[in-house]
Structures are given as C-alpha cells and as structure tokens.
C-alpha cells in the first residue's frame, strides 16, 4: 500500500487524481512549511506523528525523497536526513528497489535514540554512566545466563581484533560500542538493547576522547576481557560484578575528560 504524504495548505493545490492514486494521506498540520532551524529534525518528528496517530500504517509506503520534498518545501537533503533518522530510530525501513516502508513496532520502539551530535555536562554524563549501572551489569548477568558457545566465541575473536587495533593505533569509540552492544544482543532483550544504543550515542563525545589515551585504551580492554570471561564461565554474579567495576572505571575516564574540556579544576567524583 503507498502512502501520500499529501499537503492541503493555503495556496497548494494538488494535481487532479494525485491523491486517489495515492491512498492514505497526511493531515494539513503534518506538512504545513518546516521552518525549524533542524528542517530535518521536524520532518521527522512529523512523519513519525502520524505514524503513532495511526494515519500511517505498518507497512505503507512513503512518497520518494522528491515528493517529501515537495511537499514539505525544503531541499531534498533534508528529507534525505529525515528518513535516515527515521530509519535509525527503527520507525521506518528500506527495501531495496521498492522503497522506505512504515515498520511494524514492538516494545524496543518505546526507546528513541537521539539523532545528531549531542553536548553533555558532566552532570549529564554522570546520569548517563548511572544509567548504564543500572542497565548493563543486568545485561551481562543475562548474557551469562543465555550467551551460547558460538556468541562468546564471536565476542573473542571480536576482543582479538581490538587488541590489533589498539596496537596499530586505531581503537576508537566504535570498537568500544560495538563489543558493549554485541553483550546487548547475547542478553536477548531488544528493549534493554535499544536503551543502551541511546546512551552510548551519547556519550560518544566524552568516550571517545577518553579511549585515545593509553590509559583509557587499558582499562576499556582489560574492563571487557573480565567481562567476557565470567560470560564465557556462564557465571551471572561474576559477569554483573565485572562490568559493574568496568565501568566504574569508565565512568571516572569519561568525568575526566569533560572536566579538562571544562578547564576545571575539582576533586574527583566518586567511583
């Protein structure tokens, strides 16, 4: 089923038949003008609008990026930029040759990631680390419980190649996430998979200056051999244990950077 994305504002007439052919179609206020300075942003926010009232089903199809375009009255860049943040929310996906389609959601949906670089405090990212104190060691208990002999194999050879790349001066913050969301899927949780997915994104700004360091490259990797190790054991309280102290550190690495970014001179927070 295609789906019309079809404006009705003052002054914009559409083309005899169009909206027949079309089928479903948008309400007035879901494509009046964008004039938001993050034009991608608000066609986002607008399409995903009448995906939760309804007005959009799963499965339906949205317009080309030049129809939207269109439609919208902004440059297909932006809509171009919309559908991918759509995309990375899970709210919308691409079938190659056919189009981007309205996806069926289930309870990870409950969780949007945010799109774009993101600023935070350090207030904000000891909120964050908080967060992950509470989620992960969960996480890690869980992926011990139902982590199989292949997973825990896969998440070696994984760790391996970043002991590579650290070597060849090339570990980054990707790496880190990576190894934190393949422990996300072994756990078997979509939802808590997903909550993490947004924390990490943003945190990306502080963990990835802090992962430069040879300090931060040492402790990430010594933090991610003791968790692997309890998972690989099938050892819950060990593995929860290991990345509760895990990112302990991580958080103190993370604290740090925003304070010398800050150019401030305080006492360090408690682990």
Same mark, same amino acid.
């Given at each position: ?6 404006? =009705? ?40 609008? #009448?995906?939760?009232?309804? &007005? ?12 939207l375009s269109d439609l919208f009255g902004v440059g297909r860049s932006s809509v171009r930029e919309a559908i991918k943040a759509l995309e990375s929310r899970g709210v919308v996906e691409g079938r190659q040759g056919e189009g981007r ?24 990212? =000891? ?33 391996? &190649? ?6 060849s001066g090339r570990y980054g913050g990707a790496d880190d996430t990576l190894f934190h969301m393949k422990l996300a899927a072994m756990a078997d949780n979509p939802l808590l998979a997903r909550l993490l997915e947004g924390i990490l ?24 051999? =003791? ?24 958080? #103190? ?19």
């Amino acid at each position: 089923m295609s789906v019309h994305l079809a404006a =009705e504002n003052a002054g914009h007439v559409e083309p005899p038949g169009r909206r027949g052919r079309r089928g479903v179609a948008m309400e007035d206020a879901a494509v009046r003008p964008v004039r938001r300075t993050n034009l991608s942003a608000a066609i986002a926010d607008r399409i995903a609008e #009448q995906i939760a009232l309804g &007005k959009l089903q799963p499965g339906c199809r949205l317009q080309s990026e030049r129809e939207l375009s269109d439609l919208f009255g902004v440059g297909r860049s932006s809509v171009r930029e919309a559908i991918k943040a759509l995309e990375s929310r899970g709210v919308v996906e691409g079938r190659q040759g056919e189009g981007r389609f309205v996806r069926a959601q289930d309870v990870s949906g409950m969780v949007r990631a945010l799109t774009g670089p993101v600023s935070v405090s350090e207030r904000e990212v =000891e909120q964050l680390y908080e967060a992950r104190g509470i989620v992960e060691p969960g996480m890690a208990a869980l992926a011990a419980q139902r982590g199989g002999g292949r997973e825990v194999a896969s998440v070696r050879r994984l760790l391996d &190649k970043h002991e590579e790349r650290v070597q060849s001066g090339r570990y980054g913050g990707a790496d880190d996430t990576l190894f934190h969301m393949k422990l996300a899927a072994m756990a078997d949780n979509p939802l808590l998979a997903r909550l993490l997915e947004g924390i990490l994104a943003v945190l990306h700004a502080t963990r990835e200056p802090a992962l430069r360091s040879a300090q931060g490259l040492s402790i990430s990797l010594a933090g991610h051999w =003791e968790v692997v190790r309890a998972i690989e054991s099938h050892d819950p309280d060990a593995a929860r244990n290991a990345m509760t102290v895990h990112l302990g550190r991580a958080r #103190q690495l993370a604290v740090d950077v925003v304070r010398s970014h800050d150019g401030l001179d305080r006492s360090p927070a408690p682990s």
